[in-house]
């Protein structure tokens, strides 16, 4: 597989044209960025990290029949994916109250809810990725009512496959952002990543946070945290 021109550089990712129409090979950064954008640093080993831990969740989804973009990992920090569409939607799923949650609706983080929850934000920088409803989606054209349907049973199935893989890891999946495409016959996939950038992950027993909050609230020990859900992941995804 031929590595040709970047086509795109986001904040933790670049995405590369390959030889073959239909697949890319996204290459993970180790820069990382918050509250969009303005917050801005480096974590060290993030890349090899993200890359790794975001294929291994991506086969143990599909091997849960879930399709993914993901085909074949190419390097540390290398993957080669399926060409999609994205959709511009951030589909975000919650199990516990946190973050942007808890800011919204004023109650504390660490709420265990009765059942999962599921929102949208529309994809879009400039406004700072505002919240959506599916009707606006359907007025914006940015997704069939069907899409959006086969949209929502991936994420919850997601949560479902996730929650009790990292559950066996004695860690917490308090949310996650996903991001779905379209191949060219229109088939919905699971694209992006699944790595502590995009999700909150708790240690079940002592509640330490293990992901990108750390980087985003100063707490300190982001490497080390990173390191660690890796080091859990390999060892019960033997
Ligand atoms: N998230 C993400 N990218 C975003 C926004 C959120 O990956 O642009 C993830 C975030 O890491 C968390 C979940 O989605 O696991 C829910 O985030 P929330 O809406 O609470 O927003 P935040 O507090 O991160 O601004």
Request: with cysteine.
């Amino acid at each position: 597989m031929k590595k040709m021109e970047m086509l795109y550089e986001g904040k933790a990712k670049r995405v590369y044209a390959t030889d073959d129409p239909t697949l890319l090979i996204v290459d993970y950064k180790d820069d990382a960025t918050a509250f969009n954008g303005e917050k801005k640093g480096t974590i060290v080993g993030k890349g090899v990290i993200n890359n790794q831990m975001s294929n291994r969740l991506m086969q143990r989804l599909e091997r849960a029949g879930v399709p993914t973009h993901f085909v074949q990992e190419l390097s540390e920090r290398e993957t080669l994916v399926k060409r999609v569409r994205i959709v511009p939607l951030e589909v975000i799923v919650r199990n516990i109250s946190a973050g942007s949650f808890a800011k919204r609706y004023g109650v504390e983080e660490g709420i265990v809810f009765d059942a999962p929850t599921i929102e949208f934000s529309y994809k879009n920088d400039d406004l700072g990725d505002p919240l959506i409803n599916s009707t606006h989606v359907a007025a914006l054209h940015l997704a069939t009512a069907e899409e959006l349907d086969t949209i929502r049973r991936m994420a919850l199935r997601v949560n479902e496959v996730l929650r009790a893989f990292w559950s066996s890891c004695g860690i917490t999946l308090v949310d996650f952002k996903l991001e779905f495409g379209r191949l060219d016959d229109g088939t919905i996939i699971l694209a992006d990543e699944i790595s502590p950038d995009t999700c909150r992950l708790w240690d079940s027993v002592t509640r330490e946070k293990l992901d990108k909050d750390r980087f985003r609230r100063d707490l300190g020990g982001v490497e080390d945290a990173y390191a660690e859900v890796m080091r859990r992941l390999r060892e019960h995804d033997a």
